[in-house]
């Protein structure tokens, strides 16, 4: 058995076996839609990152250089996430924040890598945003890193998206 299948059967283990149910339930979320619905509204990439928990290549986003005061928004369901007024440059290849716009994201625990690391999402649709850690800088020292391609940026001065619904 190599490495790999060695990690998945382990983290499949833990998830069945050892973790409260509690660590690996899905919060509700109050925009519900299936798989397909989403599939028809949001681009492949971005399909794989919100709703089957992927990751995009590092430094890949054109949303890691954006640096102009505006919205982050999900990707999905249009819900406001971040105030640009929050990014900085974590040096990851990914857009980071410090701080969230208030109400619009839901954690739960994820063990893919074993260890538990703290995953966030939309609070509105679920839509599997990124990971927070605690190596950010002051005045929270959070470090919310975020997949580009669950986003969209909406420049200060244009209308936010209407909510889907």
């Not at 058995?1 to 919060?27: C, D, E, Q, Y």
């Not at 619905?37 to 990152?49: D, G, N």
């Not at 994201?105 to 850690?133: M, N, W």
């Amino acid at each position: 058995m190599n490495k790999r299948t060695m990690l998945k059967s382990l983290t499949g283990w833990l998830a069945a076996t050892v973790l409260p149910a509690a660590a690996v339930a899905a919060p509700p979320f109050p925009l519900k839609k299936t798989a397909a619905e989403w599939r028809k509204i949001v681009p492949t990439a971005a399909y794989a990152v919100l709703f089957e928990h992927g990751t995009e290549r590092s430094g890949s986003s054109p949303l890691n250089a954006e640096k102009r005061p505006g919205t982050f928004v999900c990707a999905a369901c249009n819900q406001p996430l971040f105030d640009a007024a929050h990014k900085y440059e974590s040096g990851t290849g990914w857009p980071s924040f410090w701080q969230p716009l208030a109400g619009a994201l839901g954690t739960s625990t994820d063990f893919k890598l074993i260890y538990p690391r703290t995953e966030y999402h939309c609070a509105r649709c679920g839509g599997h945003q990124g990971h927070v850690f605690n190596d950010g800088p002051p005045p929270t020292g959070k470090r919310y890193c975020n997949n580009g391609v669950a986003l969209a940026f909406v420049p200060r001065g244009e209308t936010l998206p209407a909510l889907r619904s």
